[in-house]
């Protein structure tokens, strides 16, 4: 039985780090298991252009304690208004990694959204010739479609026209939660790859509502039936170069997820690295996991793998039922629960 695992230092394809306050509480956790991370746009307001990236990306920076080896990666916030040229210039200047589609109201702070996606067909364009790619959150808003038959609706409709259209452009689809979702990228050229989230690969849609409604389990896209949960699995660690790692971490104050309308988001930041390997161990894969957590994210990206290393033991520690995020409590994924690994280096 393997006791420990030294890989390469991973990176987060998909992190929400907020703003203000809230940024100054949760930036460090994704900090301390990660190099870099691609941050997410849907503050409020957005963040739509390179000067607006530029600007949140120093002020992550500055949330983090002086030293800290970290590179956030910026994205812009796609609109109906969204300007190619500066989409072009802000990945010229080295500030932009990403753009990112969000349907209108399809997640937290999404109401800026596109509301027509056809509409974007210059900027996909733009994005195609700069090279910069394009993160998706795939699922469809309108009010008939099931919340769990979303994202296969949007791959249909949507996703697969865009990678037709633009076969040079490069797209992630993010937080990938069907076997549509894993079929369709897997079909795809090299241009497409997803990510995956470790709730995703823990949790089906009985976790939110088994013995009542839990919204610590809420997230968005929602978790669905088990059969696509055994396919994200199956996914992740089949060590392929289509599937990496994404957390999707997304806090907000335990009052705010326990409300009458909880928010969605799950915060998994602070034990991301142990929850994915925890799967992977279950599943006989470590030796796949440095290649989802480390090396297939950096290379669809066209950037460098990290040279430095992590290691993470078999150990077990238990996830604390709250973690304090600069004065605001916090509820992590895994609350309460024995993780079997502990990252120590």
């Known amino acids: 039985m393997t ?67 970290f590179e956030p990666l910026m994205t812009a916030y796609l609109t109906d208004d969204t300007d190619p040229a500066d989409l072009a210039r802000g990945k010229a200047e080295g500030v932009l990694t990403a753009a990112k589609l969000y349907p209108a109201n399809a997640t937290t702070n999404s109401a800026h959204g596109v509301t027509d996606i056809g509409n974007l067909a210059p900027v996909f364009a733009a994005m195609e010739e700069a090279g910069l790619v394009l993160c998706v959150h795939g699922e469809v808003t309108e ?30 689809l993010e937080h990938i939660t069907t076997r549509e979702g894993v079929e369709f990228v897997e079909a795809a050229g090299p241009n497409v790859a997803g990510t995956i989230t470790p709730q995703h690969l823990h949790i089906n849609r009985n976790a939110m509502l088994v013995g009542g409604i839990r919204p610590h389990a809420y997230c968005l896209p929602v978790a669905k039936r088990e059969v696509h949960r055994l396919a994200l699995r199956k996914a992740a660690t089949g060590g392929g170069a289509k599937f990496f790692l994404g957390t999707d971490s ?96």
Not at 21 to 50: C, E, K, W, Y
Not at 156 to 165: D, Y
Request: hydrophobic share 45%; aromatic share 8%; charged share 25%.
């Open 250 to 345: 997304a806090p907000h104050s335990k009052d705010a997820k326990e409300s009458a309308c909880g928010c969605a988001g799950i915060f998994n930041a602070p034990f991301a690295l142990e929850s994915y390997v925890q799967v992977f161990d279950e599943e006989d894969a470590l030796r796949h996991f440095e290649q989802f957590a480390s090396l297939a994210g950096p290379a669809f990206y066209g950037l460098p793998a990290n040279t430095d290393m992590v290691t993470l033991e078999r150990a077990d520690q238990v996830v604390p039922d709250t973690i304090d995020a600069a004065g605001t409590p916090v509820v992590p994924f895994h609350a309460g629960e024995t993780l079997r690994w502990r990252l120590v280096a």
């Open 143 to 172: 009010a008939h479609v099931d919340v769990f038959d979303r994202e296969a609706e949007f791959i249909e409709r949507h996703l697969s026209q865009i990678v037709r259209n633009f076969p040079g452009l490069k797209v992630v």
């Open 3 to 69: 006791e420990s695992l030294t890989i390469r230092r991973p990176d987060d394809w998909h992190v929400h780090l907020r703003d203000g306050d809230m940024l100054h509480g949760v930036a460090r956790h994704t900090a301390v298991q990660f190099a870099r991370a691609i941050v997410m746009p849907n503050l409020s307001p957005p963040v739509t252009t390179t000067e607006a990236a530029r600007a949140y990306r120093s002020r992550i920076v500055d949330a983090l304690s002086k030293g800290t080896a």
